[in-house]
């Protein structure tokens, strides 16, 4: 009997785990390029302290895309 691991369930694992860190990694790379900020700062996302400053850096900071728009009154 053979208990090892096969290669079809080693497919879904890291077709899984692929799925967990690309997916976020893709939507936080949108959100810095949007900001103004350079998208490679995404990947600090992969660090478990890292990613909870840049987090908090996101949402606090000045946003260099709004520098040059008034959107201050909207908020």
């Given at each position: 009997m053979n208990?090892?691991v096969?290669?079809?369930e080693?497919?879904?694992l890291?077709?899984?785990?692929?799925g967990?860190l690309?997916?976020?990694?893709v939507?936080?790379?949108?959100?810095?390029?949007?900001?103004?900020?350079s998208p490679?700062?995404a990947?600090?996302?992969?660090?478990?302290?890292?990613?909870?400053?840049?987090l908090?850096?996101?949402?606090?900071?000045d946003?260099?895309?709004?520098?040059g728009?008034?959107?201050s009154?909207?908020?």
């Amino acid at each position: 009997m053979n208990s090892g691991v096969g290669v079809f369930e080693l497919l879904i694992l890291f077709g899984m785990f692929g799925g967990i860190l690309i997916i976020p990694m893709v939507c936080f790379w949108k959100i810095f390029e949007k900001a103004g900020y350079s998208p490679w700062l995404a990947l600090g996302f992969l660090l478990p302290v890292v990613n909870l400053a840049l987090l908090l850096f996101l949402a606090f900071s000045d946003w260099p895309a709004l520098k040059g728009n008034d959107r201050s009154a909207e908020f």
